[in-house]
C-alpha cells in the first residue's frame, strides 16, 4: 500500500469521504478551516494500487513546547474492504511517518462502537479514554417512518408547534441568519460560561466550501417580528451535523426547536443528506439537551474511545 502525505487530490478526499459517511473532524473543509484559523493540520490518503483504501486528519498541537500532539478525531475513515493487519501496518506508518517534530504523540479516536473495533488493529496501542456519544438519525427512512420513531412526547411538543399558524418556520442556507446565530451562541456561551470550538470556525467552514449554499444550512423561526428560535446544521458529504441552537424563552416555551429539527431533518433530505448527526450527548452533566435527543428515536452511539 501507498501511503502519501503530500500534493493530496481534494476532489477524491471529498468522494471517498462521503461514500463512507464521514464525519465532519475527517471532511476536507473542516481542515481548511482550522487551518485558515492557525492550526496545524496533517492529512493522509492510502491507495492500494489506484484504489483509495484509507484516508485520516489530524489537528497537530504544541505540547510542553517540544511535544507534537496528533489527534485523528472520529478517523481514520478505512474502505470496508480493509482488513484488520492491513489497518495495523496502516496505523503503525501513520504514526511513523506522519510529518511532525520527532517527539511525537498520536491519538486515534475511530468512529466505530467500540464492539464494532476488532482490537487486533490496536496491537500495541492502549486505550486511554472513553468513547464520546452521539445520537444518529437515518433520512434514508421515509419522514412518516421518521415521526413513528419519535418519543411520543416529543411528538406532541412537535405538533403542538406545528399546529401554532402565528409561527414561521425557515430552513435555508442564508448567511445573514447564520451570522445573526452565531452572534446569539457567542451571548450564550458567554452567558452560562461554556466553551465550544471557536465561533469563527462556522465562518471559516463555509468560506472553504466550493459551494457555500451547500455547506450549512439554518433553520429559524418567527414569531411576529421577533425570532425566537434558530438551528444551524455544517453539511460534509451525506451527512449533516447539528452545530448550535439558540430559543429565547419564548421559543422554549412554543416548542420552537421541535418544529425548526422537524423541518431540518425534511429538507436536508430533499437535499440528498443520508444522516443527521445530533451530535454528543450527556445525560449527567446536559439531561435537558441530551433528552431533547434522544426523544428524536435516533440511534445511540459509543464510540470507541481514544488509543495511543
Known sequence: MNLNWEHLPQAEWSDFHAQHHGSMQ??????????????????????DGERLVAIAQFMVKRVAGYISLASCTRGPIFH???TAPQRTDIYKRLRKTIP????????FSPDLTLELVDRAEFQGMSRVMTGYATVLLDLKMPLATLNANLEGKW??????ALSNDKI??????SLKRCEWLVSKELAQREAKKFHGLPTEFVSAYIAAAVDHRKAFVVAYAELGKNTIGGMLFLIHGRVASYHMGWADEE???????????????AFLQEQGIEVLDLGGVNTHDLPGISRFKLGTGGRVVQLAGTFF
Request: hydrophobic letters at 45%; glycine letters at 6%; a positive charge.
Open 251 to 265: 421559543g422554549r416555551q412554543l416548542n420552537a426547536h421541535n418544529a425548526l429539527l422537524w423541518k431540518s431533518m
Open 155 to 160: 411528538r406532541n411538543r412537535l405538533n403542538k
Open 26 to 47: 475527517q471532511a476536507w473543509g473542516y481542515g481548511e478551516a482550522l487551518t485558515s484559523m492557525g492550526v496545524t493540520m496533517r492529512r493522509a490518503m492510502v491507495w
Open 168 to 173: 414561521r418556520f425557515h430552513v435555508q442556507p
Open 100 to 107: 511532525v517534530s520527532r517527539l511525537k504523540v498520536l491519538l
Open 80 to 82: 470496508p474492504e480493509v
